[in-house]
Nanobody
Framework: QVQLVESGGGLVQSGGSLRLSCTASGSIFGIRIMGWFRQAPGNQRDLVARITNEGNIKYADSVKGRFTISRSNANTTMYLQMSNLRPEDTAVYYC?????????WGQGTQVTVSS
C-alpha cells in the first residue's frame, strides 16, 4: 500500500504556470510507474503524463511541450511542471502509482485556469 498526497494546485491566469507535487509514502519500493491524471466535471479521468522506473515518459498530446513530469530517485516525490496553462487545463489533478500492478491514487488537487 502506498499513500499519495498531492499539493500545488490553485488558481492561475491563462498563460501562467503551476507546479504540482506528489509525495509518496508506505511501500514505495513497489512503485513501478507514477503519473498524473486529470478529471474535469462531466469528463472521464484522463492520463496527463506518466514516468516509469526506467525513466520512460509519456505525455498526453494536449500537454506536450507545456508540461514536464519528473520524480526523485528515491521514488518519494513526483512533480508536474505546468506552463502556458489554458482554461481547458482546468480539472482536478490526481497522482497515480502502479504498485506491484495495483492502482493507487491520491485525493486530487484542483487546478483552475482563468481566461
Amino acid at each position: 500500500q502506498v499513500q499519495l498526497v498531492e499539493s500545488g494546485g490553485g488558481l492561475v491566469q491563462s498563460g501562467g504556470s503551476l507546479r504540482l507535487s506528489c509525495t509518496a509514502s508506505g511501500s514505495i519500493f513497489g512503485i513501478r510507474i507514477m503519473g498524473w491524471f486529470r478529471q474535469a466535471p462531466g469528463n472521464q479521468r484522463d492520463l496527463v503524463a506518466r514516468i516509469t522506473n526506467e525513466g520512460n515518459i509519456k505525455y498526453a498530446d494536449s500537454v506536450k511541450g507545456r508540461f514536464t513530469i519528473s520524480r526523485s530517485n528515491a521514488n518519494t516525490t513526483m512533480y508536474l511542471q505546468m506552463s502556458n496553462l489554458r482554461p481547458e487545463d482546468t480539472a482536478v489533478y490526481y497522482c497515480y502509482a502502479d504498485v506491484f500492478g495495483r492502482d493507487n491514487w491520491g485525493q486530487g488537487t484542483q487546478v483552475t485556469v482563468s481566461s
